[in-house]
């Protein structure tokens, strides 16, 4: 009996579980549209809704900007990095943000992606499932500065795997 091929509903992809955490309505009504073959088990505007909710997830796909004028002391940024993977989940973090120091410390916090909410819907699918193997995902221009850090002794978040 053959595999089945990675974009089948029946591939271990569709085994993965995915929750989304991003205070933009439309976001959270889409994404799982956009990407019918991974599984998302829940969507919350608030890291603060998803940890109550404790979904069984495989990844958190986290967007870093959680404050709005409906939710104004919402943890975000490193602090729901932080909040996440001390919950025991895997994150991605999945937003507009641009800046390589602050993606940089995203991937310092813990999180084990940093996703362009700019990249194409087969980008942003191959990025999620990367970060499920547990694969470092970020921009380049993030990965070397990090690998600068890491040869200056400023930060650990690359095992040697991850530097190859």
């Known amino acids: ?7 089948s509903p029946d591939s271990p992809d ?3 579980r995915f929750s989304l955490v991003d205070d933009a309505t ?15 088990v829940s969507s919350h505007p608030s890291l603060e809704a998803f940890l109550a909710a ?18 104004p002391d919402a943890a975000q940024g490193v602090a729901a990095i932080h909040a996440a993977v001390d919950a025991g989940y895997r994150v991605c973090v999945y937003t507009q943000e641009e800046r390589r120091f602050v993606l940089a410390s995203c991937l310092a916090a ?3 992606g940093v996703v362009s909410k700019s990249s194409t819907l087969a980008e942003t699918r191959t990025a999620f499932l990367a970060v499920s193997r547990g694969e470092l995902v970020a921009p380049p221009s993030v990965t070397g500065l ?19």
Request: glycine share 4%; net charge neutral; proline share 6%.
């Open 1 to 7: 009996m053959s595999e089945p091929s990675p974009d």
């Open 14 to 16: 569709s085994e993965i």
């Open 26 to 40: 439309a976001v959270r009504e889409s994404l799982a549209v956009l990407l019918p073959d991974l599984t998302f």
């Open 54 to 71: 404790a979904p069984r997830a495989d990844v958190v796909i986290l967007d870093l900007h959680l404050v709005n004028l409906r939710q």
């Open 110 to 112: 813990g999180a084990t």
């Open 146 to 164: 990090i690998e600068a850090l890491v040869r200056r002794g400023r930060v650990t978040v690359l095992n040697k795997r991850q530097r190859e």
